[in-house]
Each structure stands twice: as C-alpha cells, then as structure tokens.
C-alpha cells in the first residue's frame, strides 16, 4: 500500500467534461485528461482493504456489483501510486482484453462496490484505468504479441462487438487461427455503431483491431454468416464456431401511431449516424437528421442519453427525454439499495449537461408514458399523447398506475425509441438449429458456453441478453476456454 492516508487527504477527482456549449460543437472526446499527478493521487485514495470487493463482479437483484473479469485493481491502483505505470498496465491487460473500453464506456460497477464507497465518494477507479492504457499506448508500450506457435486448429467467431473481439483475442492466443466475421461495413459492433464518436471514437476500437490484426486475426466485413458464407461452408472450413452478435433486436413500442413515419429506434438513429460520420462527416446525409425538430427521446438508459448527445449536434430545435420512472434522490437509500448493490441515484449525464446548456434547461420528463402518437396528414407524426404514471411492486411484479388529470401533448417531429434490445436475431440462430431460452437468446450455460449444436458455442448478450460490456469480455474470454478445451483435450487459457 503506497499510501495509507490517501483516502483521507485527496479527494475524489474524475475525467473534466469539456465545456458543453464548446464540445456540442464538435465529434471530439467530450472530456479531458487528468494530470499524471492528479491520477496518482486517485490511485493513492485506494484504501489498504481487508477484503477488497472492487474485483469480485456479483449480481445482486439483477444488477452488477463489482468487476465481473475481476481486475486486479487495488494492484494498478497502488502501482499507479508508486509511478510504476509499465507494471500496472500489465496487471490490467492480466483480466481484461480491451481496459480502454471498459475504461470509457462502462458504468463501473466496481465503484459501486468499493468498501471506501460504504461513507466516502468511491475511488475513481474507471478513471485510474483509462489512464493506465492511454499511457501505455503513448509510451509504445502495447505492441503486437503474436503466438509462438499455431495449432492448425480454425475457429470464426460471429460478431466483432466486445464479446467477439475478446473472445477472437483468447482463442488466438492459445495459437489458433480465428477468423472474425462482422455484417457491417465497419469492426466493433455496438462499440462502434451503439456508442457516438464523443464517448467513444472509432479509432480507438482500431487501434485495438489493429493490433489484434498484427497478431494473426483476420477480420472479414460486410459478411452476414447464413447469407454470405453459409453454414454448410462455415463447418467445412472451421473446426469451432462461437456466436457473438449481440442483441440487437430492439424493443418496440406497442402503441397506437407506432408506425408513423419520423419515429425510429434509437439504435438505427446511432448507427446511421456513425455511418454517415465515419464516411463522409454527414455531407452525404445518408442518416437520420434531428436538425430544426423537436425530438422526443422515450427511454432513460444511456442509449437514450446517447441520443441527446447526437441530437444536439444536429442542431435540434427541443429535446425532451421521458424517463417512466421517478426522479431519483441525490442520495442512495441505504435500506433499500444498500452498499454494495448499484447505487438507483439521480445522475447527471454528459447528454443531459449538453442538453441544458443547449435548451437551458434539463430535458428530462419524469413517470411519463407515452399512451399514442399523432400524425399529420403525410403520415409523418407531430404530437406524442402521454399521461403521468406511479411505479410499484407488489409481491415482485411491477405495477404502473396512471395518475388521472395529467395527460400531456408533446409536439415532435422526431421520435427516438430507446427502451432497450429484447434479443438477438433469430436467422442465423434458425438456420445453425441452435436452441434457445424462453426469452430468445441462444442456450448455453455459463461456465461451459456450449450449444446443443456441436461445436457451437454463444457468449455475450447473445447468450445472456442486453448486459454491459464488461460482462461480454467475461463471456468471451471464458467462451474461448471452453472452445480451446474443446479443441485441444486441455487449456491454459484463464
């Protein structure tokens, strides 16, 4: 332990937000580094814990708490501390493939379940992480590794999203030849089309993919596996397949006027407009445009949140964002959401700080629900009908209440459905005759990852739904165990 008292004598510190009315102008990272001095001191605010649980990733009520590939984070914490950047990088990349992903888009469970989080503000052990990769990257420190050796043994993986590109990484470490099949005309799956270029830019999923090209992984795009290659190709030549694609059929909103025209999920929003960014900085206008409209945001995940950044930059006219819940306190309730569970806070995302700054004012809409939409005469919509509802639970199950009296009409010229995905798409689950669980994800145990299908293996939210990212590197990582033993009688694989 560097520094015992750290906890005591720094306080908790973050990645600064540019300023919004600055960053709303441009697709740049919309936060800014901390001094190399200001991490160490963060690394230093990590408590000498007798039983540290930062590491340990857990579910508890349905949510993460925890690391779930278990980094070693006290470790890097305190080599952090003690300027020994090179070492902590290597205790990052022991547990996990891709830190600088994990270091900006996932929602650190671990802070939640930082013993230092029990009476103080947690470590900003997220921070301290991106910081470690970063600085490996600028010092050249993360190089191509290749095997020593190939075992003759093939394996495609089906998806290029995190689950995959851990999954791809493992497997070719072990010294197999995987081949990475991705639909899309780009690598990276949703971190690439699923998270905009201001929270996470492209070339930072290359310059991983890139790497991972160097050691021996070959990635093959615009190539849907059941269409262009078939299953019957795909047995011939691999000896192994692992499916990774996600879930990425979005939920739908089963009210009248759903299909009006200008109401569109969240994700074909996102997608198209990376696509379009990434191609030709949006002069081909081949996305979905918010300029000069009223956009109405249904859903209060990050994805919707996603949407509001993106909106933004299209210079929209308003922007509401309606969250069917309550707002939250400021405070955790420590009878009901006690440490180390998630803390069910009210936050203010980078979204919602660009929005207000953008309108003047918080573009949330509390315990609302959309009851219909209205169109006009071309079919396009131009209102959302919605009424005030109360939310509770009896006995486990859920119950919403409409609350008489507060009914409200919302001028809108564009609709983003951002309620989350309910699944992963059935085709190539069909055509491979792989089962699947009542709520249609691909049924593979945890732990073991196999299909009914020899051979076939599932990880990620195709095997466990909608999840964060930092659960699809677990799944992947131990998928490509189970596939390696599979292949080979044995494993070193961890």
Known sequence: MGKQTGFMEYDRQTRPGRNPQERIQDWNDYTAPLTEEDVKEQGARCMDCGVPTCHTGIEIEGVTSGCPVNHLIPEWNDLVYEGKWKEALAREHLMNNFPEFTGIACPAPCESACVLGINEPAVAIRTVERSIIERGFEEGWVVPNPPQMRTGKRVAVVGSGPAGLATADQLNKAGHSVT???????????????????????????????????????????????????????????????????????????????????????????????????????????????????????????TGTDCLATSIRHNCKSLTQFDIYEKK??????????????????????????????????????????????????????????????????????????????????????????????????????????????????????????????????????????????????????????????????????
Not at 197 to 205: A, F, P, R
Not at 405 to 412: F, Q
């Open 180 to 302: 990475v099949f991705e639909r899309d005309k780009r690598v990276g799956g949703l971190l690439t089309y699923g998270i905009p270029e201001m929270k996470l830019s492209y070339d930072i999923v290359m310059r991983r993919v890139s790497i991972l090209e160097q050691e021996g992984i070959e990635f093959v795009t615009n190539t849907e596996v059941g269409k262009d290659i078939t299953i019957e190709a795909l047995k011939l030549e691999f000896d192994a397949t692992i499916l990774c694609g996600g879930a990425t059929l979005h939920r739908e909103m089963e009210v009248e006027g759903s299909n009006l025209k200008g109401i569109h999920p969240a994700m074909d929003f996102l997608h198209a407009n990376v696509e379009s960014l990434l191609d030709s900085n949006l002069e081909d206008g081949n996305y979905i445009s918010a300029a000069d409209k009223d956009v109405i945001v249904i859903g209060g995940g990050d």
């Open 329 to 494: 306190n400021l405070l955790r309730d420590e009878e009901s959401n006690p440490w180390p569970q998630y803390p069910k806070i009210h936050r203010v995302e980078y979204g919602h700080a660009e929005a207000e700054a953008h309108q003047g004012e918080d573009p949330r809409a509390y315990a609302v629900q959309t009851t219909r939409f209205v169109g006009d005469e071309n079919g396009h919509v131009k209102e959302v009908h919605t009424i005030k509802v109360k939310t509770r639970y009896e006995h486990g199950k859920k119950i919403r209440e409409e609350i008489p009296g507060s009914e409200e009409v919302w001028p809108a010229d564009l609709v983003l459905i951002a309620i989350g995905f309910k699944g992963p798409d059935q085709d190539l689950i069909n055509e491979l005759n792989v089962e699947t669980t009542r709520s249609s994800t691909v049924k593979a145990t945890y732990g073991e990852f196999n299909t009914n299908v020899e051979g076939v293996f599932a990880a990620g939210d195709m095997r466990r739904g909608q999840s964060l990212i930092v659960w699809a590197i677990n799944e992947g990582r131990a998928a490509a165990r189970e596939c390696d033993l599979y292949l080979m009688g044995e494993t070193m694989l961890p």
